[in-house]
């Protein structure tokens, strides 16, 4: 399903944040990394051909981690419009079951930062019309690049085009066919020319919008939104500039809403979303963690995703990717009361939403 395939991890730049060092410690931490660069790619080699029970263990991660910091965060950021259709579907069963509590009568607006082709958008209408058909969802796609907007405003996809000029996915790309393999029948037909077009009740209501995350002016085009995802598109942009454009984007959200959250240093996530009172909601945390395909090869790929680790102190915050933005109430409670922030109790009731489901008799791998 890939729009744009990245290329594999080139561990070039030396990028470990040093700031809270002191200055002798810093220079000895640089010395060790440029003593070490040369063995890179024989560790590289090493490490992906150890069992995995060993590379999951705590010195094992350690290694990993001195590794991405030094060798691999900073490399390769630039962006591309990769992109397929439910692309995690754990994550979005989260999201359905959050909304779920959205109030009757009320439209839930819902914004896909960086939506590339639409892929990510139409998924998440897709199964929230499938399971919530009260809901009265308004949908905007917002991306910088004319081309990919174009495709996603068609709902077009052809295989084996380039997604910026013409619009395309690779439909026979293993990577969504095996997560949900019968859902794409749900979502698009086929046109008699050979083309896959997204069904018209999952199109409704939709608008797609040519606009920069990174605009402060991006409240006065989109307006408040109930939900907004911002997936794998923050991560490839320089720190400041992502943190910037997260709070922005936080900043659009109403009290009570719903962020959406990956595909973004995890560093840097934890301590805005901490900083900012979000509360992360921990369901489905491992099943979403390693849900992404493309979010593998942990230390070598700069997206990829470290293994989750609970001894973490913040851990709620770094690897949560549905965030609850406090309502009103909690805020005037917060004001009230000093209280550590709270994780998100989400108690919404749970959709079966089989990950591996590859009996054709169930529509698109979910049952009710
Ligand atoms: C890797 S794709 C992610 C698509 C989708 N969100 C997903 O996760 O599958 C990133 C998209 O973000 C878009 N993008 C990059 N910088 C952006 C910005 N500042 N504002 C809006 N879109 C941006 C790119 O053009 C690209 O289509």
């Known amino acids: 399903?890939?729009?744009?395939?990245?290329?594999s991890a080139r561990p070039s730049a030396v990028v470990c944040d040093r700031t809270a060092l002191e200055p002798g410690e810093a220079q000895m931490s640089r010395l060790l990394e440029l003593t070490i660069k040369p063995f890179v790619p024989f560790v590289r080699h090493i490490w992906r051909r150890l069992p995995v029970a060993l590379r999951q263990t705590r010195p094992a991660r350690r290694i990993g981690t001195f590794f991405y910091d030094h060798y691999v965060r900073g490399t390769y950021r630039d962006q591309t419009h990769y992109t397929w259709f439910l692309r995690?579907?754990?994550q979005l069963r989260l999201l359905t079951e959050v909304v779920s509590a959205h109030p009757r009568g009320q439209p839930l607006r819902i914004a896909s930062i960086g939506c590339s082709v639409g892929a990510e958008l139409y998924s998440t209408l897709w199964l929230l019309r499938r399971y919530h058909p009260w809901l009265q969802v308004v949908a905007r796609g917002i991306d910088t690049s004319a081309n990919v907007i174009e495709v996603a405003r068609k709902g077009v996809y052809r295989l084996r085009t380039p997604s910026p000029q013409g619009g395309t996915l690779e439909l026979n790309g293993a990577k969504v066919l095996t997560t949900v393999p019968n859902a794409l029948n749900d979502i698009m037909d086929m046109t008699p020319e050979g083309d896959f077009r997204i069904k018209d009740w999952i199109r409704e209501g939709v608008s797609w919008t040519v606009a920069d995350a990174t605009d402060p002016g991006l409240a006065a085009i989109i307006g408040p939104q109930d939900v907004v995802i911002a997936c794998n598109v923050l991560g490839p942009?320089?720190?400041?500039?992502?943190?910037a454009c997260l709070r922005g984007l936080v900043k659009l959200i109403v009290p009570g809403g719903?962020?959406?959250?990956d595909g973004i240093d995890l560093d840097l996530k934890s301590r805005v979303t901490q900083s900012l009172g979000l509360k992360p909601m921990t369901r489905y945390l491992e099943e979403i963690h390693t849900a992404d395909p493309t979010k593998g090869d942990w230390p070598w790929t700069r997206w990829s995703h470290e293994?989750?680790?609970?001894?973490r102190a913040d851990w709620h915050y770094r690897y949560a990717t549905v965030f609850g933005v406090a309502s009103s109430d909690e805020r005037r409670q917060e004001n009230a009361i000093d209280r550590p922030d709270a994780v998100l109790a989400v108690d919404a009731p749970v959709l079966a939403v089989s990950m591996s489901n590859t009996d054709s008799s169930t529509p698109a791998g979910i049952a009710r």
Request: aromatic letters at 4%; a negative charge.
């Open 258 to 261: 719903t962020l959406v959250l």
């Open 307 to 311: 293994p989750i680790d609970y001894q």
């Open 237 to 243: 942009m320089d720190d400041a500039i992502a943190e």
């Open 88 to 90: 995690n579907i754990a």
């Open 1 to 7: 399903m890939a729009t744009h395939v990245h290329d």
